[in-house]
């Protein structure tokens, strides 16, 4: 059993992952996430709200995940958003078809459906189901496909990602901002992307969490107001020129802009910030890294791109987080598409004086000749350049709503007029952090999760005897016999999830089932969760079996109350990644975790030293 099996499976019986529909015999690309999941996945995004809404001062909007044809028409996706697609002629499968020959060349992903189809007959490729043959390899449209309204209703789509809300409502959101760059939206919300054969978990699923932002900035300015914050942080980059030679490279932000391997100031900023919220939530620096986009993968509208990527243990490295600088691409094409200008009056710092070229059309020539079309004309004919018109003689050729009109030259004017200006209208471009909150998710279990050897972690601790001590001085004997302490190789499975995503943060354990405890830990629970902790109260069985089991959702403190609590007022706080124990007053114990879980305390401060 691999580490992505044991993940899942810990996933399942303790509450974090479920197949959905489990109870019909599932479907792919769908999972639930139970009562732990759902918490961690929750914190993780709370966290991403923190870093990106409070700290960087962009505001979440909400749009709906149905959005109409012409949205996706304009960004593209009714046209090219698809994957290569090959069925077996045999047993009926699908596969994508630039998977099925990565193992053979490079740059699958590059070629063409002919291609791939060229290449699977060539190299002999078969089905990895039943061996079979495969039919020849088509694009696959990946949107789902709906209906607005009764009967036919209006095309519509779910939406494949969370971005094209935020342009769309563009004009909205510059307002908001008193039309001043650089500012920016953020939208966490489901997408959903019909794919062919999703077989990797939460790693790629047909209905997925996003967390996006976009970042509208004056493209003649990218220079970042705070990036001495993490000028000098060290990242791990895989440049276009480190994947040709196969190793990554360590840099400060400030030498990658400088030398030019990231493309500016404002991209470099949210490359550091990505790396600073992901090892937040518990992604393990040494399995993270920064790839460039290649050359033949980059889009054709994106200056850079990056992919923040973990390594995982059965998949090798995967993306989770894309931050790309996409230029003017989606602002213009909706402007195309919904013939609406989309920018942003920028002032100068002073007025200029500007010679221009201005085209005059003579609306009392045009109105008898177009009547209701008249001002759409004039508005395309003030559009045209002096080089457009200095090709065009004696008529002029304007389109108007998909219709090519010959205009006479006679009913337009031209000049040069010297005016004073005091701004310009300016496409702003945008930089994209989109983060795929699920394949973080998966990322934080599998960089958690570990299976130690207790009486060698207990050594490792300094902690007393053979193994770890537990609560057994006071513990009447019907309450011994699985004490942590018992069997020098005793393994335990435990989640190193940090203290700020953990979906339960303090245990709160009665040594026994009896009321005299009870109450005390029902009291010391009200104080923890008047502080908003996350607390999880258990008092079935054993003290080293409870301990197991929160080592095991990766709760980081269990707080134990036992008989010494009565007669002293303290109680034992537990440290999970450690195992060791301190004795602390109850008084004032909710400040004490509240520190531990939120200020980095010590552990040792938070008490007296209890087995080591």
């Not at 190793?247 to 400030?254: K, L, M, Q, Y």
């Not at 795929?436 to 300094?462: C, L, P, T, W």
Request: some cysteine; proline content about 4%.
């Amino acid at each position: 059993m691999d580490k992505y099996e044991k993940v899942f499976e810990l996933a399942k019986r303790r509450g974090f992952l479920w197949n959905s529909f489990e109870l019909y015999g599932g479907s792919r690309g769908f999972y639930d996430y139970g009562p732990l999941g759902s918490t961690l996945k929750r914190r993780i995004e709370q966290i991403w709200r923190e870093f990106y809404v409070i700290q960087e001062g962009h505001m979440e909007i909400e749009c709906p995940t149905i959005g109409i044809e012409d949205v996706f028409v304009a960004s593209g996706h009714v046209g090219g958003f698809s994957d290569p697609l090959c069925e077996c002629k045999k047993c009926g499968e699908a596969f994508r078809a630039d998977h099925l020959v990565e193992n053979v060349m490079n740059a699958a992903g590059t070629l063409s459906a002919e291609q791939l189809t060229q290449v699977i007959k060539e190299k002999g490729i078969t089905c990895p189901e039943c061996g079979g043959e495969f039919n020849d390899a088509y694009e696959f449209n990946l949107m789902f496909k709906t209906t607005i309204g009764p009967g036919t209703g209006r095309q519509g789509y779910l939406r494949p990602e969370t971005a094209q809300g935020m342009f769309v409502d563009f004009q909205r959101l510059s307002r908001f901002y008193r039309d001043k760059l650089p500012f920016g939206a953020v939208q966490i919300g489901k997408s959903y992307r019909n794919e062919i054969a999703p077989r990797q978990g939460v790693i790629r699923l047909r209905e997925f969490t996003q967390a996006e932002c976009e970042i509208f900035v004056d493209p003649r300015n990218k220079k970042h107001p705070n990036f001495e914050r993490f000028a000098d942080r060290e990242l791990s980059l895989y440049s276009q020129e480190a994947q040709q030679k196969g190793e990554p490279f360590r840099i400060t932000v400030r030498e990658a802009v400088e030398k030019g391997i990231i493309a500016h100031e404002v991209l470099g900023y949210n490359i550091a910030l990505t790396n600073e919220f992901l090892t937040k939530v518990g992604i393990d620096p040494a399995r993270l890294r920064f790839r460039q986009h290649l050359k033949d993968e980059m889009a054709h509208y994106a200056i850079d791109c990056w992919d923040a990527e973990i390594e995982t243990e059965r998949f090798g490295w995967v993306e989770i987080v894309g931050i790309a600088d996409r230029t003017d691409y989606d602002l213009k094409a909706h402007a195309k598409v919904s013939k609406t200008e989309l920018y942003v009056y920028v002032e100068y710092d002073e007025p200029k004086m500007v010679t221009r070229f201005v085209v005059k059309p003579n609306m009392g020539k045009l109105g008898p000749l177009f009547k209701g079309k008249a001002k759409a004309v004039a508005d395309a004919l003030k559009q045209l350049s002096e080089a457009e018109l200095s090709l065009s003689k004696d008529q002029i050729k304007v389109t108007v709503d998909g219709e090519e009109l010959t205009v006479s030259s006679d009913v337009v004017d031209f000049a040069e007029e010297t005016v004073k200006v005091s701004g310009e209208n300016v496409i702003p471009h945008v930089i994209e952090p989109s983060y795929g909150i699920d394949r973080i998710f998966y990322g934080v279990m599998e960089h958690a999760f570990d299976e130690e050897n207790v009486a060698q972690k207990a050594a490792e601790s300094g902690l007393k005897g053979a193994g770890e001590a537990e609560e057994t001085e006071n513990e009447p004997e019907a309450a011994k016999g699985e004490s942590e302490g018992e069997g020098e190789e005793e393994a335990r499975l435990v989640m190193h999830f940090s203290s700020a995503v953990a979906p339960v943060q303090v245990a709160v354990l009665p040594l026994l089932t009896r009321k005299e405890l009870a109450d005390p830990a029902k009291e010391i629970i009200a104080k923890l969760r008047e502080k908003s902790l996350l607390v999880n109260y258990d008092d079935s069985g054993t003290i080293g079996r409870r301990y197991r089991r929160n080592d095991e959702i990766g709760t980081p403190y269990s707080v134990t109350v036992d008989y010494d609590t009565l007669e002293d007022g303290t109680v034992t706080i537990r440290d999970r990644d450690a195992m060791r124990q301190v004795r602390a007053p109850i008084d004032g114990i909710e400040n004490v975790l509240y520190e531990l879980i939120y200020r980095g305390r010590d552990f040792e401060s938070a008490g007296k030293p209890f087995n080591f």
